[in-house]
């Protein structure tokens, strides 16, 4: 059986003799044929890599120049390695390369050991050379630049002579100390891991942290519940509270109580414990039955939904919203949509890692293209939603040397036991997508940026995020690869509030977030603008704002603190459904 919508959106004009011909069994045919390719192929399209492939090629043949300059750069590298080559053999020699900042495959002491020193300068020299070969490229524009240049690091990380056990010191080494136990242990962990993937089950030590139990554990009720959200209320621990109370809308791609882990961390129990009323949306799980739900569902049945249902439990007050990640842009949306009817029911607005500007996305651009996203719809078409482990291969290839790599050489190779958080196990507890709402968002969102330009339809109207005027708190992450700071930093060029406060924080996409003060080594930078002032580029913020020791959380209740009312007596939690997690939280 076809989808309708997504065999006839190809072809507008479709005529009867298209329908007479078999269209639509051909389009069939096209669709359970790439769906299955896609399963196996993890939803990237080959037509895309040898279309990438063939104009690289083909723009490196036609500039000779540019040829020439890597054959001299060949042989300098060459030179260069070969003129070290002596001086390796002794030791504490100088290396003539050094890894990236954040490449810590070869910290290790033994790598400056001869032959090692040189195996690893070799690599690193290599690296370089193609990094030179995949850019800067006359003709090439700067996507195929950025996606062919990722694909060659990709696979030169692959044989990476870390991840070779013969050429890895440290794997030797610890071989000859334990006789060969940790290849032991190594090829057990594997097996382990091979049964828990083929049951379906959760990766070793997650099961320790439980949503209820050891995590998600600020008390509260479900006080709303339907088909796509539960509505959580947490239970106020102070005697008086401020009059507004704060809505998290996390993003549907993750399990909401990233904002409540582990009692020392939970966001949510800080506000509470500093005189909040905070809510909380726990998306629904979907299944294959949710394949229709859209980008719309997601804003009426949620955002909505649930700010409905706050302003009916107090119904004088104005509410401070919070979104996380694309929660964060689902957010925005409703926000210049009520902006728009004359709905003036927010208080202010947070974003964490959000984006609202997506022409410069990050890695993440690297999958969207025409070509990867039709690829990826039919493999949603096929199954009615994106599953969760297809999506956290995307964002494990983004991150390849530590999540894939570096683990495997620790893991299988070194034999040492893997390690468990709590951060690291909500990661592991995956969410599905439906089929429309994703393909919407991949199409409207990243591929044609309709947001930022003013073209994103609700209710056949444009809206625009101009519109919003309530105060601005933004949150960026320095190694943030889902939404890269400077393009969350773009909000100063849609919004046209009051004050956009932003802060830069240390840490990735969500390691940066759960920032809790007395968290060692964090710390972020943050300033004010406001509508009178001239924009600052993002670089030259960054130089302009001095680094800041510890948590920005601190600051964040500060701000809520200036744009809240005087202190009021508690108003307890009346009705509700069942106790905080809930039900959604569970499903899997």
């Given at each position: 059986m076809?989808?309708?919508?997504?065999?006839?959106?190809?072809?507008?004009?479709?005529?009867?003799?298209d329908?007479?011909?078999?269209?639509?069994?051909?389009?069939?045919?096209?669709?359970?044929?790439?769906a299955?390719?896609?399963?196996?192929?993890?939803?990237?399209?080959?037509?895309?890599?040898?279309?990438?492939?063939?104009?690289?090629?083909?723009?490196?043949?036609?500039?000779?120049?540019?040829?020439?300059?890597?054959?001299?750069?060949?042989?300098?590298?060459?030179?260069?390695l070969?003129k070290s080559?002596?001086?390796?053999?002794?030791?504490?020699?100088?290396p003539?390369?050094?890894?990236?900042p954040?490449?810590?495959?070869?910290?290790?002491?033994?790598?400056?050991?001869?032959?090692?020193?040189?195996?690893?300068?070799?690599?690193?020299?290599?690296?370089?050379?193609?990094?030179?070969?995949?850019?800067?490229?006359?003709?090439?524009?700067?996507?195929?630049?950025?996606?062919?240049?990722f694909?060659?690091?990709?696979m030169?990380?692959?044989?990476s002579?870390s991840?070779?056990?013969?050429l890895?010191?440290?794997?030797?080494?610890?071989?000859?100390?334990?006789?060969?136990?940790?290849?032991?242990?190594?090829?057990?962990?594997?097996?382990?891991?091979?049964?828990?993937h083929?049951?379906?089950e959760?990766?070793?030590?997650?099961?320790?942290?439980?949503?209820?139990?050891?995590?998600?554990?600020?008390?509260g009720?479900?006080?709303?519940?339907?088909?796509?959200?539960?509505?959580?209320?947490?239970?106020?621990?102070?005697?008086?509270?401020?009059?507004?109370?704060?809505?998290?809308?996390?993003?549907w791609?993750?399990k909401?109580?990233?904002?409540?882990?582990?009692?020392?961390?939970?966001?949510?129990?800080?506000?509470?414990?500093?005189?909040?009323?905070?809510?909380?949306?726990?998306w629904?799980?979907?299944?294959?039955?949710?394949?229709?739900?859209?980008?719309?569902?997601?804003?009426?049945?949620?955002?909505?939904?649930?700010?409905?249902?706050?302003?009916?439990?107090?119904?004088q007050?104005?509410?401070?919203?919070?979104?996380?990640?694309?929660?964060?842009?689902?957010?925005?949306?409703?926000?210049?949509t009520?902006a728009?009817?004359?709905?003036?029911?927010?208080?202010?607005?947070?974003?964490?890692?959000?984006q609202?500007?997506?022409?410069?996305?990050?890695?993440?651009?690297?999958?969207?293209?025409?070509?990867?996203?039709?690829?990826?719809?039919?493999?949603?078409?096929?199954?009615g939603?994106?599953?969760?482990?297809?999506?956290?291969?995307?964002?494990?290839?983004?991150?390849?040397n530590?999540?894939?790599?570096?683990?495997?050489?620790?893991?299988?190779?070194?034999?040492?036991?893997?390690?468990?958080?709590?951060?690291?196990?909500?990661?592991?507890?995956?969410?599905r997508?439906?089929?429309k709402?994703?393909?919407?968002?991949?199409r409207?969102l990243?591929?044609?940026?309709?947001?930022?330009?003013?073209?994103?339809l609700?209710?056949?109207?444009?809206?625009?995020?101009?519109d919003?005027?309530?105060?601005?708190?933004?949150?960026?992450?320095?190694?943030?690869?889902?939404?890269?700071?400077?393009?969350?930093?773009?909000?100063?060029?849609?919004?046209?509030?009051?004050?956009?406060?932003?802060?830069?924080?240390?840490?990735?996409h969500?390691a940066g977030?759960?920032?809790?003060?007395?968290?060692?080594?964090?710390?972020?930078?943050?300033?004010?603008?406001?509508?009178?002032?001239?924009?600052?580029?993002?670089?030259?913020?960054?130089?302009?704002?001095?680094i800041?020791?510890g948590?920005?959380?601190?600051?964040?209740?500060?701000?809520l603190?200036e744009?809240?009312?005087?202190?009021?007596?508690?108003?307890?939690?009346?009705?509700?459904?069942?106790?905080?997690?809930?039900v959604?939280?569970?499903?899997?």
């Amino acid at each position: 059986m076809t989808d309708k919508k997504l065999t006839t959106n190809r072809v507008p004009n479709l005529s009867k003799q298209d329908v007479e011909t078999g269209y639509f069994s051909v389009t069939a045919l096209d669709n359970v044929f790439k769906a299955n390719m896609a399963k196996l192929t993890g939803g990237i399209s080959p037509a895309g890599l040898l279309s990438l492939y063939f104009t690289w090629v083909s723009h490196l043949a036609l500039s000779p120049g540019k040829q020439a300059s890597l054959a001299e750069k060949m042989c300098r590298k060459a030179f260069r390695l070969s003129k070290s080559s002596p001086s390796m053999m002794q030791k504490d020699s100088l290396p003539c390369i050094d890894p990236l900042p954040q490449d810590k495959r070869f910290s290790d002491p033994s790598w400056q050991q001869w032959p090692y020193n040189y195996i690893y300068q070799n690599f690193l020299l290599t690296q370089q050379w193609w990094h030179n070969a995949t850019t800067d490229i006359d003709g090439l524009s700067k996507a195929d630049e950025r996606s062919i240049s990722f694909i060659a690091r990709q696979m030169l990380d692959r044989y990476s002579p870390s991840n070779i056990p013969l050429l890895n010191p440290e794997v030797i080494q610890k071989t000859k100390n334990e006789g060969g136990a940790n290849l032991i242990s190594g090829f057990k962990n594997y097996l382990e891991d091979m049964d828990r993937h083929l049951a379906g089950e959760l990766p070793a030590g997650a099961s320790h942290y439980v949503p209820g139990e050891s995590v998600a554990i600020t008390e509260g009720k479900v006080v709303f519940r339907n088909h796509l959200i539960e509505l959580i209320q947490y239970t106020p621990v102070t005697d008086k509270v401020y009059p507004e109370p704060i809505l998290f809308v996390p993003a549907w791609i993750m399990k909401y109580y990233i904002l409540d882990l582990s009692a020392h961390n939970s966001m949510v129990k800080y506000l509470v414990e500093n005189g909040h009323t905070v809510f909380m949306i726990s998306w629904l799980n979907p299944t294959t039955q949710d394949r229709d739900l859209d980008m719309e569902s997601y804003r009426e049945e949620g955002v909505m939904a649930a700010i409905d249902e706050v302003s009916t439990i107090f119904p004088q007050q104005k509410i401070h919203a919070a979104g996380y990640c694309l929660g964060g842009t689902l957010l925005s949306i409703a926000a210049a949509t009520m902006a728009r009817e004359g709905d003036n029911r927010l208080k202010s607005m947070t974003h964490f890692a959000t984006q609202v500007d997506f022409s410069e996305a990050g890695e993440l651009m690297i999958f969207t293209n025409e070509s990867e996203v039709s690829y990826l719809e039919k493999m949603m078409w096929d199954q009615g939603v994106l599953d969760g482990s297809q999506m956290a291969g995307a964002f494990q290839i983004l991150h390849s040397n530590d999540l894939i790599w570096s683990r495997m050489v620790h893991h299988y190779l070194l034999g040492e036991p893997e390690s468990m958080n709590d951060l690291m196990a909500w990661n592991t507890d995956l969410t599905r997508m439906p089929y429309k709402m994703h393909s919407q968002y991949l199409r409207k969102l990243f591929l044609n940026n309709e947001l930022a330009s003013g073209q994103y339809l609700v209710k056949n109207k444009p809206i625009a995020i101009r519109d919003i005027h309530v105060p601005i708190f933004s949150v960026g992450t320095e190694k943030d690869h889902v939404a890269p700071w400077r393009s969350v930093y773009k909000l100063h060029l849609q919004s046209d509030s009051e004050a956009v406060t932003f802060v830069l924080t240390s840490g990735g996409h969500n390691a940066g977030i759960v920032s809790e003060p007395g968290h060692k080594h964090r710390h972020y930078r943050i300033s004010t603008e406001y509508d009178s002032d001239c924009y600052t580029d993002p670089d030259s913020w960054m130089v302009e704002n001095e680094i800041r020791e510890g948590s920005w959380w601190p600051q964040w209740k500060e701000w809520l603190k200036e744009h809240s009312g005087e202190l009021v007596k508690v108003q307890p939690i009346g009705k509700s459904i069942c106790d905080a997690p809930g039900v959604y939280i569970h499903q899997k």
